[in-house]
């Protein structure tokens, strides 16, 4: 299976998606769940940063290219 087969199912683009929105918010709110003021450590950054690129890759992926 190459990688053009596997961005064509469905599946794996809204796991794409649903993963880096859950990723960008789980590294923003980690601090506040624990009851810390928010302060984002380089992991935190990181994170965030992987999360947005992937939830914006399945954005793509699922609405623009068809």
Known sequence: MNINQLLADKRVVYALLIGGIVLALLAILIDP???NDIYLAPVQIVALIV???A???GAYLTFVRK
Do not use: C
């Open 33 to 35: 769940l624990r009851g």
């Open 51 to 53: 999360g947005v690129v």
């Open 55 to 57: 939830a914006a890759a």
